[in-house]
């Protein structure tokens, strides 16, 4: 995962439900009587998303007795499955007023659950060795100057700027235009498409520009540097086809459905009560990198920070 609202990657994208569990069962998320039930949680697909949704399963599931099936979906997507029941709980939401205004505001299906904890930071970057050896580079004012170093057979006579995947709702292509900059963006596929080509351009000493954001654990393997680009203002980014100016802080949040909000579930109040740091979400999304399951590496915290899931739980 932008941007005056984002969705990040769709490669990944995998319709369907993985089923984690086979806990006891209260009837589902709209049942009543504040059992664990089952709740179908969107996982959106970035490493950050996935790690809120290991440690929320898992307290879930191990401390409410509740059936945790989670969907692979789009952003735009999981806000759809709050008017048939196929969602439940979307656990980390960037920004998105379009579709707050029509599911929340207008056909009342969904409800705000929250802040997250979590910090959103979306801008311009590029690897370590680049900033160093080339400070010029990190303001954006210099960008034209340079384009010729950040060629690719993908971007012909222009520069190349790396976005993650066609699904990101970015505002890139709109501020290469707006900025005059002799760029292309070019789209890497996938979060872990972009997270190699970044790797790859240190490691290798290439030059290289993208889209990336934080939280992300992959910053503390290679730190990459953000770029400067104008100044955000309340608004300047109102119209998506004229945005001349960096990407906001998106304080993030959840959104859950109005049924699963009313229905009395515990698992409810879990995610409702849910909070935590960068600094949490980069450790778990660093234990799933490494090749843990969800269960395993919301264990994992989860063993280790007791008295944070035992709050969200009212404990």
């Given at each position: 995962?932008?941007?005056?609202?984002?969705?990040?990657?769709?490669?990944l994208?995998?319709?369907?439900?993985?089923?984690?569990?086979?806990?006891?069962?209260?009837?589902?998320?709209?049942?009543?009587?504040?059992?664990?039930?089952?709740?179908?949680?969107?996982?959106?697909?970035?490493?950050?998303?996935?790690?809120?949704?290991?440690?929320?399963?898992?307290?879930?599931?191990?401390?409410?007795?509740?059936?945790v099936?989670?969907?692979?979906?789009?952003?735009?997507?999981?806000?759809?499955?709050?008017?048939?029941?196929?969602?439940?709980?979307?656990?980390?939401?960037?920004?998105?007023?379009?579709?707050?205004?029509?599911?929340?505001?207008?056909?009342?299906?969904?409800?705000?659950?929250?802040?997250?904890?979590?910090?959103?930071?979306i801008?311009?970057?590029?690897?370590?060795?680049?900033?160093k050896?080339?400070p010029?580079?990190?303001?954006?004012?210099?960008?034209?100057?340079?384009?010729?170093?950040?060629?690719t057979?993908?971007?012909?006579?222009?520069?190349?700027?790396?976005?993650?995947?066609?699904?990101?709702?970015?505002?890139?292509?709109?501020?290469?235009?707006?900025?005059?900059?002799?760029?292309?963006?070019?789209?890497?596929?996938?979060?872990?498409?972009?997270?190699?080509?970044?790797?790859?351009?240190?490691?290798?000493?290439?030059?290289?520009?993208?889209?990336?954001?934080?939280?992300?654990?992959?910053?503390?393997e290679?730190?990459?540097?953000?770029?400067?680009?104008?100044?955000?203002?309340?608004?300047?980014?109102?119209?998506?086809?004229?945005?001349?100016?960096d990407?906001?802080?998106?304080?993030?949040?959840?959104?859950v459905?109005?049924?699963?909000?009313d229905?009395?579930?515990?698992?409810?109040?879990l995610?409702?009560?849910?909070?935590?740091?960068?600094d949490?979400?980069?450790?778990?999304?660093?234990?799933?990198?490494?090749?843990?399951?969800?269960?395993?590496?919301?264990?994992k915290?989860?063993?280790?920070?007791?008295?944070?899931?035992?709050?969200?739980?009212?404990?």
């Amino acid at each position: 995962m932008r941007r005056g609202t984002l969705a990040r990657l769709g490669a990944l994208l995998a319709v369907g439900a993985l089923a984690l569990g086979a806990c006891s069962s209260n009837g589902g998320a709209g049942s009543s009587g504040g059992g664990g039930g089952t709740v179908n949680i969107a996982i959106n697909p970035w490493v950050g998303y996935e790690a809120d949704a290991a440690v929320v399963g898992y307290v879930a599931k191990s401390q409410l007795g509740a059936t945790v099936t989670e969907k692979n979906l789009k952003e735009e997507i999981s806000w759809q499955g709050f008017a048939n029941g196929d969602v439940d709980a979307i656990l980390e939401n960037w920004g998105h007023a379009d579709l707050a205004k029509k599911y929340i505001d207008e056909d009342k299906v969904a409800v705000n659950a929250g802040l997250t904890g979590n910090k959103g930071i979306i801008g311009w970057y590029v690897p370590p060795w680049l900033a160093k050896e080339h400070p010029e580079v990190l303001d954006w004012n210099n960008l034209n100057s340079l384009a010729d170093k950040f060629k690719t057979s993908e971007s012909g006579d222009k520069g190349q700027f790396l976005d993650g995947d066609p699904s990101f709702v970015t505002n890139d292509e709109a501020l290469v235009t707006n900025l005059n900059l002799n760029f292309k963006v070019v789209y890497a596929g996938s979060e872990a498409a972009l997270i190699e080509a970044f790797r790859t351009a240190e490691t290798q000493k290439k030059w290289l520009i993208g889209y990336f954001y934080e939280p992300q654990w992959f910053l503390s393997e290679v730190p990459l540097v953000r770029v400067k680009l104008p100044p955000y203002t309340d608004g300047c980014d109102a119209d998506p086809k004229k945005v001349a100016c960096d990407y906001p802080e998106y304080i993030l949040d959840k959104i859950v459905s109005k049924k699963f909000a009313d229905s009395g579930s515990k698992v409810y109040t879990l995610i409702k009560n849910f909070n935590w740091t960068n600094d949490d979400q980069n450790v778990v999304a660093g234990y799933i990198n490494s090749g843990m399951s969800h269960d395993e590496a919301g264990k994992k915290w989860a063993d280790a920070n007791e008295a944070k899931w035992k709050a969200w739980i009212g404990q």
